[in-house]
């Protein structure tokens, strides 16, 4: 049946509206909420990012208190919880799993800040006195259409002849979620906030769906496999001490480089420890408190990955 104009009623901000998972949250309420009256969609870049992400977030939830804002979702990410700087594995862990969260990168320790920030704001008092209700969502790693990652190791991959080099053991395992599953998330913990509020409110919940455990690897090669790339050999073939070097190195680069202009390398030192290390996440928590259950199945999540590479510009299909 279809809604009537009186009933849409629910006004939405999308924070970030234009960027990779924004882009997808925007399409999903337009899609998928009966009651969206309207869709606001802010995107300011201001840097160096990472140092106003804080700031950032202390200004949305400033401004829900004064405008009578009272419902909150924010995007935090596994990374607030691991892999740490140890190096320590999160086997098939849940929101309640003990774990140390210990960082170094400026990544996961902003993020940690800023979900805390809109945790502690649950039940504070907004104009018109009602409490404000938040709630923060923690994605695994998000792959998808539109994942700048995702295209940047598919073009390395053309150009080293179609092929990519195995640096990570087959072993060392990764959750991922389709980036579908996650802005389907997103609407749904909005959707249900204001009538489960005292389950709801200052909780989190890692995002998940039915995408197999995998090392990174490998798991991108269900992608860009059918796309004429393949990962040469089985085995381990780049000493690990090399691949540490040369993370160190870009990051003396990507400092040197600062003043000039941005230069974010695939490697790093970050980006090689959080690959090196299993993460895989096992929970039902955001079913039981508010419903979710995956919009896109595995085989769907994957099809659609899989046009979206071959659709890019340059691709070997």
Known sequence: MAESPEARELVYLVTGGCGFLGEHVVRMLLQREPRLLELRVFDLHLGPWLEELKTGTKNVIEACVQTGTRFLVYTSSMEVVGPNIKGHPFYRGDEDTPYEAAHSHPYPC???????????????????????????????????????????FYRQGLRL????????PASVEHGRVYVGNVAWMHVLAARELEQRAALMGGQVYFCYDDSPYKSYEDFNMEFLGPCG?????????????????????????????????????????????????TFTVSTDKAQRHFGY???????????????????????AQ
Request: charged content about 15%; some cysteine.
């Open 229 to 277: 790339l393949r990962l040469v050999e089985s085995r381990l073939l780049v000493p690990y001490w090399l691949l540490v070097l040369l993370a160190a190195l870009n990051a003396l680069l990507q400092w040197l480089l600062r003043p000039l202009f941005l230069y974010a390398p695939l490697l790093n030192p970050y980006t090689l420890a959080v690959a090196n290390t």
């Open 161 to 168: 002849g179609g092929r990519l080099f195995r640096a990570i």
């Open 110 to 152: 902003s993020k940690a800040q800023a979900e805390q920030l809109v945790l502690e704001a649950n039940g504070r008092e907004v104009h018109g006195g009602l409490p404000l209700v938040t709630c923060a969502l923690r994605p695994t790693g998000i792959y998808g259409e539109g994942h700048q990652i995702m295209r940047d």
């Open 293 to 315: 259950v995956p919009l896109f199945s595995w085989e769907d999540s994957r099809t659609r990955t899989i046009r979206w590479v071959q659709a890019m510009e340059g691709s």
